[in-house]
């Protein structure tokens, strides 16, 4: 019985996978778009192409060569650095729709079904999650994985990941959010001894449920010094407690340019000015924020921060992996709060969910702006459609905040390899995809009491 379902996982795992990964990165000449490269202070570059070699972005420019190169036309196109989710939990992913279903709150019930979770039901909730991530034109996700019962459950969140073809960086969490239990640093460690061009871990930390607990404050601060020693990035809630939470990180001296403090909503001045002077950085999640009840998330708040992005949380609790609902429900949260219809400017908008999201992984070297040198995570964003018609040209930055939708994205490049053309995910059967995601669901609701 054992033998037959690794056979069908196996089997699984292969035929859902295999389509994505196997993308071997050509020569591509993205010719004629609207290029905007979001890099803070850059300008917009109508009818520019871009040359993508080897996964990199060689060139920027006019009337590049087309010999020998994959075309992808791009007139009339807007062609975009791909989104960064800073923030996400893509295990939650197969209980879509069961938040505030017959009262069930996100927590007991993500807990209760999450306990069932096999390293199957990992692997098809993490995958079919990054995948829909990807088709909205997310290339880059900060994955928060608190589910991590054994070697086998990470295991095969990182081979979902790897398979789907996003960037990430995989967060390394505990078996679940009870704080009771250590982290498994040594598996953490020897995953992140094994070099990948796509995926780098990090530490999925989290402080303990009782901050008067000093055992469980010894637990916790090996853990996060261990992942200092090993250069690992960290991310860690500051919510529920938050207050409380936050002076604990800045009194224990946690507070580091590798550490990225997730919601923290109501953090006072100081706290922030706190974070700001350590060089770390915040990770804001609109709709999952607003959702579980924990505020407002209103982006003049953390004015004081340069080093914020934007994350969806998990896309079950957000809805979906929509970033442009990201970016209108931050925006539209602003301008009602402060009676004020021309903040936020639509253009910082679109640095925050890219750029900024960038550098508040770390990962500002390598993706979130469209610039000679940086890998080639790219999204194409095509006008013609009916949600998006009626715009007579300027400045496309409110257009596509305001009027844009993940199917809108057509084309999706991430490290050079296209994962979405033509509108469709290149995957070999969605179908099968689909069907084996809500196959999980239904298993995990089935064993509920
Ligand atoms: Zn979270």
Redesign the pocket.
């Known amino acids: 019985m054992m033998k037959t379902t690794c056979l069908i996982t196996a089997l699984m795992m292969s035929a859902v996978s295999t389509s994505l990964a196997a993308q071997v990165s050509t020569d591509i000449l993205i010719k004629n778009g609207y290029v905007m490269p979001l890099k803070p202070g850059s300008e917009d570059l109508p009818d520019h192409d871009i040359l993508i070699h080897k996964g990199q972005i060689a060139a920027v420019g006019t009337n590049l060569s087309v010999t020998g190169r994959k075309v992808i036309n791009a007139h009339g196109k807007f062609v975009l650095p791909g989104f960064v989710d800073t923030?996400s939990?893509l295990w939650v992913t197969t209980m879509r729709g069961q938040f505030r279903n017959n009262d069930g709150k996100f927590f007991p019930v993500s807990n209760q079904l999450g306990a069932r979770m096999q390293p199957d039901d990992i692997y098809i909730s993490m995958y079919i999650g990054a995948v829909e991530l990807l088709s909205g034109g997310i290339t880059s996700s900060g994955d928060?994985f608190d589910n991590i019962k054994g070697p086998a459950w990470g295991d095969a969140g990182l081979k979902a990941l790897k398979d789907a073809g996003i960037r990430a960086v995989m967060y390394y969490g505990g078996p679940d959010k009870s704080t009771k239990s250590p982290i498994d640093m040594d598996h953490l460690l020897s995953l992140a001894q094994t070099p990948d061009d796509r995926i780098k871990l990090g530490l999925g930390w989290r402080l303990p449920r009782d901050l008067n607990d000093e055992q469980n404050w010894a637990m916790r601060e090996k853990e996060f010094s261990l992942a200092k020693k090993h250069n690992l990035p960290v991310q860690v809630?500051v919510s529920g407690d938050a207050d409380a939470m936050f002076n604990a990180l800045i009194k224990r001296n946690f507070l580091n340019s590798s550490l990225t403090v997730?919601?923290t909503t109501d953090a006072t001045k100081q706290q922030l000015m706190a974070l700001k002077k350590s060089g770390g950085s915040l990770a804001l999640?609109p709709i999952?924020e607003q959702r579980v009840g924990y505020g407002l998330t209103r982006l003049d708040h953390f004015s004081t921060l340069t080093r914020k992005g934007l994350g969806i949380?998990?896309n079950s609790l957000a809805g979906s992996g929509d970033m442009f609902a990201t970016l209108r429900l931050i925006a539209l949260t602003l301008s009602g709060a402060t009676k004020d219809e021309t903040q936020p400017d639509a253009r910082q908008l679109l640095e925050l969910a890219t750029w900024h999201g960038a550098d508040t992984l770390g990962l500002s070297a390598v993706t979130g702006s469209l610039e000679q040198g940086k890998r080639a995570d790219i999204q194409i964003i095509d006008p013609d459609a009916l949600n998006m018609s009626g715009f007579g040209g300027g400045d496309p930055a409110a257009l596509i905040v305001y009027s844009a939708r993940p199917e809108n994205v057509t084309t999706v490049i991430v490290d050079g390899s296209i994962v979405k053309q033509d509108g469709r995910m290149q995957i070999q059967d969605e179908g099968l995809l689909k069907r084996r995601a809500n196959e999980s669901a239904r298993r995990l609701l089935s064993t509920s009491e």
Do not use: I, K, M, Y
């Open positions: 923030h939990h928060f809630h997730v919601h999640t999952s949380d998990g």
